[in-house]
């Protein structure tokens, strides 16, 4: 598929019948690791769950049961960033942004995911309503991590609404 078609077909999908294999995982976890980031210093993590008993512990614990729904059958990337490194100078922010930086750079990582997903013939959820106190205790998550999603990865059972965009002039300007 060409870039531009892959980028308008991705969507976010909500019924899965089955998740992904390793290998291909792999792959796309590669592959989103090329992302652009502040000062190259790569800060997002990925706690890629695959056994079906964590699975299905971890979406039975740590997520809304709307969620848990929707990412049935597929396996579950949990997406975390390094805390204090990116947009950082020692202790020091650069400037008013934070740690907004490190989530600046998994948001790419993220978006880079879904695209190396979707180019593999995947399809994902990125979750954002989730409990990240039980994620963190369920994958012995680091205090030093900002847990921010949880996306779902695999092959789609039903058929995803299209969500419409806004005009491009109510969110573009240009001079
Ligand atoms: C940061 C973030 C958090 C999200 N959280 C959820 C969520 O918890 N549950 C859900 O069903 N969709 C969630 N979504 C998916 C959005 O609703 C979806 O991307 C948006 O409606 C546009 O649809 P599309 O991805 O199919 O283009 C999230 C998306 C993002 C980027």
Request: glycine fraction near 6%; proline fraction near 4%; aromatic fraction near 8%.
């Amino acid at each position: 598929m060409e870039f531009k078609e892959l980028m308008m077909a991705r969507r976010s999908v909500r019924g899965y019948s089955a998740g992904i294999d390793h290998e291909t995982l792999v792959e796309i976890l590669k592959q989103a690791q090329q992302a652009p980031s502040w000062k190259n210093q790569q800060t997002s993590r990925c706690y890629a769950v695959e056994t079906p008993e964590i699975l299905e512990d971890l979406r039975a614990s740590a997520l809304p049961s709307f969620n848990q729904n929707s990412s049935a059958h597929a396996a579950l990337i949990v997406t975390t960033y390094v805390k204090n490194v990116v947009g950082f100078n020692g202790e020091t922010p650069v400037n008013e942004i934070g740690n907004g930086w490190g989530a600046y750079d998994l948001g790419l990582h993220d978006a880079y995911l879904t695209l190396a997903a979707a180019n593999a013939g995947y399809d994902t959820l990125i979750m954002g309503i989730r409990d990240a106190d039980v994620i963190r205790e369920k994958l012995r998550i680091p205090e030093n991590e900002e847990i921010m999603s949880v996306i779902a990865v695999g092959k789609r059972s039903a058929e995803p609404s299209v969500r419409p965009r806004k005009e491009l002039d109510e969110v573009v300007r240009f001079f």
